[in-house]
Each structure stands twice: as structure tokens, then as C-alpha cells.
């Protein structure tokens, strides 16, 4: 069984920064692609970041150059989603994911508001 654990969240001012770390543990080896999304009030789940095995990131277009995502040591299976000049519409639900054995396994998310 893999356990994805999300922590970081919370409430911040438009224009501040946040770190969400994500952290996969249980039955889970190797070296896996991690994704965070998020879910804002009233809409879909959609992408914010990834990173493959071998360090390649993908992001959001609306986080493309203020978002993050990165990890100090792939094996452990963490990682961290840095954010910087957050707006309102920033705030939504992150959950991290690991994508192991063919599927993703979801942690139970982190809430993030943005307001003044």
C-alpha cells in the first residue's frame, strides 16, 4: 500500500510565498513521476506541476514562472512545490500524487487560500 502525505498549506497574502511538501511512503520503490493538482472551489482538478524520474518538470500555464516543483533526493519520494507571487485564484485544495504500479495514488490534499 502506498501513503502519499501532503503538508504546507494554509493562509497567506496575495503576493507571498508557500511551500507545500508531498512525501510517498509504504510500497513504493524506485524512482517515480510525482505530480501536484489542484482543485479550486467549484471546479475541476487540474495539473499545477510534475516532475518525471529523471528531473523533467511540466507546469499549469497559469503557474508557469511563479510555481516550483522540485526534489533534494528522488529516491525518497518527496517533493516539494515551492509558490511565489500567489493570487486569489491560487486558492484551492493541492493534492500530491505518485504514479507507481500503473496508477496514481492520491494523498488527501492540502488547503491553500490566498487573501488579504
Known amino acids: 500500500q502506498v501513503h502519499v502525505v501532503e503538508s504546507g498549506g494554509g493562509l497567506v497574502q496575495p503576493g507571498g510565498s508557500l511551500t507545500l511538501t508531498c512525501k510517498a511512503s509504504g510500497s513504493v520503490s524506485g524512482i517515480n513521476p510525482m505530480a501536484w493538482h489542484r482543485q479550486p472551489p467549484g471546479n475541476q482538478r487540474e495539473l499545477v506541476a510534475g516532475i518525471s524520474p529523471c528531473g523533467t518538470t511540466k507546469y499549469g500555464d497559469s503557474v508557469k514562472g511563479r510555481f516550483t516543483i522540485s526534489r533534494d533526493n528522488p529516491r525518497d519520494n518527496k517533493v516539494l512545490l515551492r509558490m511565489n507571487n500567489l493570487e486569489p485564484s491560487d486558492t484551492a485544495v493541492y493534492y500530491c500524487?505518485?504514479?507507481?504500479?500503473?496508477?496514481?495514488?492520491w494523498g488527501q490534499g492540502t488547503q491553500v487560500i490566498v487573501s488579504a
Open positions: 500524487s505518485i504514479f507507481y504500479w500503473g496508477r496514481s495514488h
